[in-house]
């Protein structure tokens, strides 16, 4: 039988390249966006249906999730692929911004994650992928704390869930990617900044203009296959990794990180931004 993957954000990046790759693998693809009326490119696939999701809707995706399964019949795996990034001073966030990251990052999964239960537990069995980064480890940038929360609730969301669903046999995993190229995720930050409070103009400016010569620095950003090369050998059961950190860009931090204490890498990391 036909295996059939359910996947968050496909209307860009990481989202849409994940539901090509498995469209071409021969697999249904429930390929979920918030507006899927405004698809073209995925839409040319005979095995690949869109669904409207907002994962912050907690009936959407109620809705998303029971009309894919009457669609397939069954789903073997999800990916909790969208999300987005809050990027400026704690300090200058409005509180609606706030919120948002947490509902999208963090709320988005663990909705997405409890409307499959039922399904998966009566398959006796699925696997949820959750696409975390290297910032839901440790953090790369000064003003990245709202990014850095959302990533680390995911993993720990991932690792605590482990042991009550083990013994439905169902599988939990984390990517951990760095940059990669080919999305929309540094055009989509949400800058929090302020008019009136100058305090942390020097530094938004100085991660702002790095983070744009980064996004096209092949040396800086990697490519996006590795990644859904690596969602694949998850998908299929080639790879039974519980973490999987993936790109150069994300190895060579982490790297770095293990490599001395605490301390002198936060200290190493600011004086980048000196
Ligand atoms: N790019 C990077 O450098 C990087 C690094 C590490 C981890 N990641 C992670 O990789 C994942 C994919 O990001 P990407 O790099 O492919 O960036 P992207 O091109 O910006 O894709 C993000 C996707 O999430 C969707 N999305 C945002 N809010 C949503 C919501 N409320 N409900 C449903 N979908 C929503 C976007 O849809 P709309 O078109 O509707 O906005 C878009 O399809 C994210 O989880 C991101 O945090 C990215």
Redesign the pocket.
């Known amino acids: 039988m036909k295996k059939t993957i359910f996947i ?9 390249l994940t539901a090509i790759a498995f469209a071409k693998l021969g697999w249904n693809v429930a390929a ?4 899927p009326e405004k698809e073209t490119e995925l839409t040319q696939y005979d095995n690949i249906k869109l669904f409207k ?5 907690v009936a959407q995706v109620k809705s998303a999730v029971e009309q894919a399964i009457a669609a397939f019949g069954r789903i073997d795996v999800v990916v ?6 809050s990027y400026g001073a704690l300090e200058l966030a409005k509180e609606d911004t706030i919120d948002w990251q947490f ?3 963090v709320r ?1 999964p663990i909705n997405v994650i409890r409307a499959f239960l039922p399904h998966y537990r009566e398959n006796n069995g699925g696997k949820f992928i959750n ?5 839901g480890v440790t953090s790369a940038v000064p003003l990245g704390s709202l ?1 850095n929360m959302s ?1 680390f609730a995911l993993e720990g969301l991932t690792e605590g869930l482990y042991y009550e669903l083990k013994p439905f046999n169902i599988g939990l995993h984390l990517i ?5 190229k080919g ?6 930050i949400v800058w929090n900044t302020s008019e009136e409070i100058k305090a942390y103009d020097g530094i938004i400016a100085k991660l702002k203009s790095l983070m744009e010569s980064a996004k096209d620095d092949e040396s800086l ?1 990697d490519d ?1 296959q590795t990644i859904v090369n690596a969602i694949k050998a998850l998908a299929t059961g080639e790879s039974t990794q519980f973490r999987t950190l993936v790109g150069d860009s ?1 190895k060579g931090l982490m790297a770095m990180r293990n490599s001395m204490p605490i301390e002198e890498y936060l200290e190493k990391i600011a004086a980048n931004y000196n």
């Open positions: 968050t954000g496909t209307s860009s990046g990481l989202g849409k979920t966006m918030r507006t999701l907002d994962v912050t809707d909790n692929n969208a999300g987005m990034g509902a999208v990052n988005g696409i975390s980064s290297y910032m990014y990533k951990e990617q760095g940059g990669s999305n929309n995720f540094i055009d989509s950003v996006p994300a």
